[in-house]
Structure formats: C-alpha cells, structure tokens
C-alpha cells in the first residue's frame, strides 16, 4: 500500500439493490481500499460477526460505519437513536474501523437533538473512533413540480434552492452548530444549493471524511458518478489534497438504474477512476 495516499472506499449503499456481500466482492475486482457500510434493513449489515467475516473473505477493511439514522432505518437496532449512536461506535471498534458517519438528529428527536452535541463528543473522548457529522438539505417544495432536471433548473435560475424546510434540528448544516469532526458529502450540497468550498472551508480542519458523489441541484438526492453534476468534485478533491488530507474518500453513488452486473460495475470503476484521479 502506497504511504500517504488517500484510502478511497465503496460504499455498500452505492450497490443497493444488490447486497452488502455484493459491495465486497465489486470493491474487491475494481481495487478499491475498502468499504463503508451502510447499517440498514438487510440483516447482513446489521450482524458485526458477519461482516467481520466478509471483510476477511474478500480481504476488504471496514473503513467506515454508517449509523442506521436514515428515515428507512428508524428501527434498525431499535427505536432509540441515541443508543444506536453508541452502537455504531462500538460496532466500529469490534471492526476496526476508523469512522463513523451520522446525520443531525430530525426535528421530532427532542431528546436525540438536545444531548446530541455533547454524545458525539463524549464518544469520540472515549474511543479511537471518529463521529464524523454529515451535512445534509432541507426539504424544496419544488419537488413537487418536477424533482430532477426541471428542478435543477430552477435553483440555478434562483441561485438557491428556494422554499423549504428542514427536517434537521437545529440546521441540516452541521457547521451551524461546530462539531470536531464531519463528513463532506456532495450530492447533499448539491441538492441543498450549498456552496461546497465554502462548507469545505467552515469544516477546516475537522473535515475527516468525504462522500465523493455529485448532483445537478435537482430537489432530490442524485449521488451522480463525481463529474456528471455540477459539483466542484474536481475542487474539492484538489484541496484535500493539498491540505493533506489524512481521513477517507468513500464513493457514495446512485446505480440502481444500471440494468445488468457489468455496468453497475462500470459505474463504481468509472467513480473510482475519478476518485485516483483527483486524490493522488
């Protein structure tokens, strides 16, 4: 393994529909350094045991662990998403994993959001794991008027993304609020009209992880191959680099319109490229 070089990851969730064994083996053939995985309804992603044995099999590090806060994971690991925080921490000890990546508590957390500050830092007090915090977008009434192309075009038009409302207490931006550590991710400053050098910069030095994908401004979530939207992807990668960068690249994109196994692989190659590309 080169010395310095910035790990690039695949995440399992880049896969979906196919499985997190899937994930494996294509970060395998395609030589990536390993895999972020995403802990939702399959019950293989839930199993630390068996993931521990996918990662020997296919002899692919965990790099990062995902909590289960998604709104298709609210009962994975229970109902309660502070201890399904802590979980995941602990999940990534047993896997020796680096990271672990969460999104802002919902609105409806009432408790979650108002502890949820001062869990992420006494997590990472307490372990060698890093809580990196992600930023996400609010909700665009304009998706209900065309949510891709048309609504892409109509945050350019504006230069943001107009009326909306954020399901994220207090911000979907995690720079509101000051966390030690975050997750870059930029198919969500996409879709939220953020600036991402700008984020980039306010992240500054706790920038410990990068979702590499890209988006249009359309009012929904793309994660396009890194090149294919309007994201600074080229930008972004230049700068951590120049910055030297020490934390994770993870592809984090969209294939479920690839209609056969050789071109979903072609898609997470055609990421991966990307990604050596720019973060060498």
Partial sequence: MVANRIQIGLSTASVYPQNTEAAFRYAAELGYDGVELMVWAESISQDVD??????????MPVQAIHAPC??????????DPVTKLARSVEVAEKLESATVVVHPPFRWQRRYSDGFADQVAELEANSHVVVAVENMFPMRADRFFGRKEKSAQ?????GGPGAALS???PSYDPTD??????TLDLSHTATAGSDALD???????GIA??????????SVDEHLIPGHGSQPCVEVCTELVRRGFEGQAVIEINTQNAR?????????????QFARAHLS
Avoid: K
Avoid at 209 to 218: E, F, K, Q, V
């Fill in 199 to 205: 984020m980039l910069d306010r992240m500054g030095e």
């Fill in 70 to 79: 998604l709104l298709i994971s609210q009962r994975v690991w229970g109902a």
């Fill in 177 to 182: 609020v000051g966390h030690d550590h975050y």
């Fill in 154 to 158: 109509r945050l350019e038009r504006r």
């Fill in 50 to 59: 068996a993931v521990a044995a996918l990662s020997r099999e296919y002899s």
């Fill in 167 to 169: 399901a994220f207490s």
């Fill in 260 to 272: 056969t196994v050789p071109e979903r692989s072609s898609m997470l190659d055609q990421a991966l």
């Fill in 209 to 218: 992880h990068l979702h590499l994908a890209d988006g249009r401004g359309a």
